[in-house]
C-alpha cells in the first residue's frame, strides 16, 4: 500500500469518527430549524414531543402548535348568534359570550332585552372584506354591532 492512500484512509476514518457520534446526556435537539435545549418540549404535527438527549421523544400528550387558530364557539341568545366577547342584555342585565357560554357582566343594561327583530334569513353585511350572515354579531369600537337584513344595528351592549 503506498503512503498516500494509506493517509487518504486514516484522514477518511479520522473524519467520520469525527462526524459520527451517538447522542450524549444533555444534547440538544431540532426542529423546524430551531434549537431546543435538552428536556424541552415541542409540538409537532398535533403532538407533543420532549427532548431527551437529542432525540425526540413522543409524548402522550396532543397540542396547538404556537399561533395556531383555533375557532371559538359562539353563544345563542333570542335567535341571534353571539361570537366569543359579544354582549347581550339579558333580563335588564348585560351578559358576554366567552366561547359558547354566557358570563355576566353585572352591569344593567341601557336597552332592553333584544329589542330588535332579528331577520336571520335576510341578507349579508360586510365587515373589513368580510362576509357576515344576518343574525350574527361583531365587536366594533367596544359595543357589539348586529347584522340585521344587510344593515348593521348597534346593540349598545360592551364587547372586547
Request: charged share 10%; with cysteine; aromatic share 8%.
Amino acid at each position: 500500500m503506498t503512503f498516500s492512500r494509506l493517509f487518504s484512509l486514516v484522514a477518511v476514518a479520522l473524519v467520520a469518527g469525527c462526524s459520527a457520534r451517538s447522542a450524549q446526556a444533555g444534547d440538544p435537539c431540532f426542529h423546524a430549524g430551531s434549537m431546543y435545549s435538552d428536556g424541552a418540549a415541542s409540538c409537532q404535527s398535533g403532538r407533543q414531543y420532549k427532548c431527551n438527549n437529542g432525540e425526540w421523544l413522543s409524548t402522550p400528550d396532543n397540542c396547538q402548535p404556537a399561533g395556531a387558530v383555533v375557532a371559538s364557539r359562539p353563544c345563542s341568545f333570542a335567535g341571534i348568534s353571539f361570537q366569543t366577547g359579544s354582549a347581550s342584555c339579558q333580563n335588564g342585565t348585560q351578559f358576554r359570550c366567552e366561547d359558547g357560554a354566557w358570563n355576566t357582566l353585572r352591569a344593567p343594561c341601557k336597552v332592553g332585552d333584544s329589542p330588535i327583530k332579528v331577520n336571520s334569513a335576510g341578507s349579508t353585511c360586510m365587515f373589513g372584506g368580510a362576509t357576515v350572515a344576518s343574525g350574527s354579531t361583531i365587536c366594533q369600537s367596544g359595543t357589539t354591532s348586529l347584522c340585521n337584513d344587510g344593515a348593521w344595528v348597534n346593540l349598545g351592549t360592551l364587547c372586547r
